[in-house]
């Protein structure tokens, strides 16, 4: 069976673990050639073995995309190895919790490094190319996914600048998806609650432990959860847009 991605390209950040590997794995079995951007080489070469050993085809590119330099490398990279970008998906992030008095400063300068600009350096550099592809690609539409958080619909204590870069996301991924809907490059959101990922390691134990005990025992999703959800979103035909999706475990309130 022909996969829906077939004779595409996407990339996808932070692709090192979570929904980022996950998804990956799920555009890869579509049939796109996937370009897997991080900051962890080791982990991304253990990825691309996997992908290749199914069959399919990638391209590691360990860079930095908070860094504006390096989400232009990443992009430039996937375009002169694979040929075409006709997806990309923003997943690179930072959970870093804690109450906003007398917090870290160097910890929210990371979040809005990683979370908003690092998304929005890697879609400048691709933007270019997505509109070529949705005008003379195999499926005549290209596709910016950008991963948010149920954080950017609602806010919560202990998790101010966290939110703030998700409601930036939010903000971003609508008024470009204005800008470039009638060149059929879609822009959406997938916005999940709460995942069983490394994210929340990120934390000291106390604010761990503090989230554990806020959510109880709920069933969490998985990145598999997340990732099928985008790999619905970029696999819709031309004329079908899903600009926004939430998806939370049915036990979150």
């Known amino acids: 069976m022909v996969g829906k991605l077939e004779e595409t390209v996407a990339l996808v950040t932070g692709a090192s673990s979570g929904i980022g590997r996950a998804t990956a794995l799920e555009l890869a079995r579509e049939g796109a050639a996937v370009a897997l951007v991080g900051r962890r080489e080791d982990r991304l070469m253990d990825l691309a073995a ?30 002169e190895a694979l040929g075409r970008l006709d997806t990309l998906v923003n997943n690179a992030g930072l959970m870093l919790l804690g109450p906003a008095p007398g917090a870290d400063l160097a910890d929210w300068r990371r979040m809005v490094d990683v979370n908003l600009l690092g998304l929005m350096f890697c879609t400048h550099a691709a933007v270019p190319h997505l509109v070529k592809a949705a005008a003379a690609g195999p499926r005549q539409v290209a596709d910016v996914v950008n991963v948010g958080s149920l954080s950017g619909r609602m806010a919560f204590g202990m998790s101010a600048v966290y939110c703030a ?70 696999t819709r035909p031309r004329h079908v847009a899903l600009a926004e999706l939430l998806i939370r475990p049915t036990e979150q309130v």
């Not at 290749?52 to 996937?78: F, I, K, P, Q």
């Open 50 to 79: 996997e992908i290749d050993d199914a069959g399919g085809t990638s391209l590691v590119v360990a860079v930095d995309v908070s860094d504006e330099t390096g989400a232009a490398e990443a992009v430039r990279r996937t375009v």
């Open 165 to 234: 870069t998700k409601f930036g996301v939010g903000a971003f991924s609508e008024a470009l998806r204005q800008e470039l809907a009638l060149q059929h490059v879609r822009v959406s959101v997938v916005e999940p609650g709460s995942v069983d990922t490394e994210l929340r390691g990120h934390n000291p134990q106390a604010v761990q432990e503090l989230l554990a005990s806020h959510l109880g025992r709920i069933e969490r999703l998985g990145s598999e959860d997340v990732a099928e959800a985008i790999g619905y979103i970029v």
